[in-house]
């Protein structure tokens, strides 16, 4: 079986072939330092501030509100830590959500030990954020609201126009971890009310570690990484020249087709959740079974099978996806993300997410629909879980 079939593309994507050869000269023909002044260097500089505007244009910002970062987890660190250490006074509180990525989670989790009230907000069953919760969880002190744009395990979208205008209303901060999001559907940091956003290069066809916090112009967070005076001494470190670049030029490349792709990947997501749900019994969709998640987001739990067990199947089978539990995390606990939406434990350890990407056809989706409820059906077979489930009245009693 020589097939294989990549449905990870939330876990990360290929970096494409036009951004590699763009990202190519700045490894070993311009390499010079693009703080140097000599004319060798200038041409680096140059590439950057074009990579600077490319970010910009794709969210509606200005170039400088643009800093460059290692990836989304340096930014979610930044957004977070920058702004908490940036109050003054007594220590304020932040809002945040159960089902944000763990950049996030454990940021806000470290800031609380540090002495940071943080609301964690539940979310419904289709993990989105219930505005009313939002509005009740404001209080006199909080001076940061981070929720994300869309889930990396269940898709969803969150409401962030309508969070955007409740925090500016309040004056409150408002960031949003749109790692998930960038490069796949429109976002409008001005129109949507946006103060930071953070981005990550390797989730549309970049290469990894590079990404980008979005800080509007005029909101106050402490720096970050501390050194020399790179990024208008906002950011240390000498610039990822070649993964700034291959940045700019994916997101360029994304924004360019991405009304069209993500119009394609959303009918062969359609497909694949209406292939599933009729072909296995008792197949549960996790995230909104509506227009409210992202277009490659396809995320299943299936009863009396074990996540890590149907992903080494699907892998013999030539196909990669993934699991909401255990092995990511490197430990045994389900996911957080689904947890939050009401899954019960057998539930979210049998959760499955495949995610499409640009290279997904019409004869993969229907490869995995043959492949999948063969393996699924062999599985249950064998689980004492799903026996019972099925046929509660066979329940062994000792
Ligand atoms: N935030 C979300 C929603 C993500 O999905 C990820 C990566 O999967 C990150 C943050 C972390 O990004 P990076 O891998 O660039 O550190």
Same mark, same amino acid.
């Given at each position: 079986?020589?097939?294989?079939?990549?449905?990870?593309?939330?876990?990360?994507?290929?970096?494409? %072939? $036009?951004?590699?050869?763009?990202?190519?000269?700045?490894?070993? &023909?311009?390499?010079?330092?693009?703080?140097?002044?000599?004319?060798?260097?200038? @041409?680096?500089?140059?590439?950057?501030?074009?990579?600077? $505007?490319?970010?910009?244009?794709?969210?509606?910002? *200005?170039?400088? &509100?643009?800093? /460059?970062?290692?990836?989304?987890? &340096?930014?979610?660190?930044?957004?977070?830590?920058?702004?908490?250490?940036?109050?003054?006074?007594?220590?304020?509180?932040?809002?945040?959500?159960?089902?944000?990525?763990?950049?996030?989670?454990?940021?806000?989790?470290?800031? *609380?030990?540090m002495g940071y009230a943080v609301t964690f907000l539940p979310v419904d069953e289709d993990g989105r954020v219930d505005l009313k919760d939002l509005e009740s969880a404001f209080r006199e002190d909080t001076f940061l609201v981070s929720v994300m744009f869309a889930n990396n395990e269940i898709g969803t979208l969150?409401?962030i126009s309508e969070i955007g205008r409740l925090c500016r209303e309040r004056k409150v901060l408002f960031h949003t971890d749109a790692v998930q999001a960038v490069g796949h559907i429109p976002i409008?940091?001005?129109?949507?009310?946006?103060?930071?956003?953070?981005?990550?290069?390797?989730?549309?066809?970049?290469?990894?570690?590079?990404?980008?916090?979005?800080?509007?112009?005029?909101?106050?967070?402490?720096?970050?990484?501390?050194?020399?005076?790179? $990024?208008?001494?906002?950011?240390?470190?000498?610039?990822?020249?070649?993964?700034?670049?291959?940045?700019?030029?994916?997101?360029?490349?994304?924004?360019?087709?991405?009304?069209?792709?993500?119009?394609?990947?959303?009918?062969?997501?359609?497909?694949?959740?209406?292939?599933?749900? &009729?072909?296995?019994? =008792?197949?549960?969709?996790?995230?909104?079974?509506?227009?409210?998640?992202?277009?490659?987001?396809?995320? /299943?739990? /299936?009863? @009396?099978?074990?996540? $890590?067990?149907?992903?080494?199947?699907?892998?013999?089978? @030539?196909?990669?996806?993934?699991?909401?539990?255990?092995?990511?995390?490197?430990?045994?606990? %389900?996911?957080?993300?689904?947890?939050?939406?009401?899954?019960? =434990?057998?539930?979210? =350890?049998?959760?499955?997410?495949?995610?499409? @990407?640009?290279?997904?056809?019409?004869?993969?989706?229907?490869?995995?629909? *043959?492949?999948?409820?063969?393996?699924?059906?062999?599985?249950?077979?064998?689980?004492?879980?799903?026996?019972?489930?099925?046929?509660?009245?066979?329940?062994?009693?000792?």
């Open positions: 079986m020589n097939r294989r079939i990549y449905l990870d593309n939330a876990a990360t994507t290929g970096t494409a %072939p $036009e951004v590699l050869k763009e990202m190519l000269p700045y490894f070993n &023909e311009s390499f010079g330092n693009p703080s140097s002044i000599y004319s060798f260097s200038r @041409g680096n500089r140059t590439a950057l501030e074009r990579a600077r $505007e490319q970010v910009a244009t794709a969210i509606n910002a *200005e170039p400088a &509100e643009i800093c /460059f970062t290692s990836g989304g987890t &340096e930014s979610d660190n930044w957004a977070l830590k920058g702004a908490a250490f940036a109050t003054s006074g007594a220590k304020g509180h932040i809002i945040t959500t159960m089902i944000e990525h763990h950049a996030i989670l454990h940021t806000a989790e470290f800031l *609380e030990d969150q409401p409008d940091v001005k129109a949507m009310n946006i103060d930071m956003l953070s981005l990550s290069a390797h989730k549309f066809h970049g290469p990894k570690g590079v990404g980008a916090l979005f800080m509007r112009r005029g909101v106050k967070i402490r720096n970050f990484i501390h050194g020399g005076g790179q $990024e208008k001494g906002r950011r240390a470190g000498t610039e990822n020249v070649p993964g700034i670049v291959g940045l700019g030029k994916a997101l360029e490349l994304s924004l360019h087709g991405m009304e069209r792709e993500s119009e394609r990947q959303r009918v062969l997501r359609d497909r694949l959740i209406r292939g599933i749900l &009729e072909a296995i019994p =008792h197949a549960r969709l996790n995230g909104p079974g509506d227009g409210g998640r992202l277009p490659n987001n396809v995320n /299943f739990s /299936f009863i @009396g099978v074990e996540g $890590e067990t149907l992903i080494l199947d699907l892998d013999e089978a @030539g196909i990669s996806a993934s699991t909401g539990s255990a092995c990511s995390s490197g430990s045994l606990d %389900p996911s957080h993300v689904l947890l939050a939406i009401g899954l019960d =434990h057998a539930h979210s =350890h049998g959760s499955l997410r495949m995610t499409l @990407g640009t290279c997904t056809t019409e004869d993969d989706i229907d490869y995995v629909l *043959e492949t999948l409820p063969g393996i699924i059906s062999r599985r249950r077979e064998m689980s004492p879980l799903w026996e019972e489930y099925e046929r509660p009245e066979k329940k062994v009693r000792i």
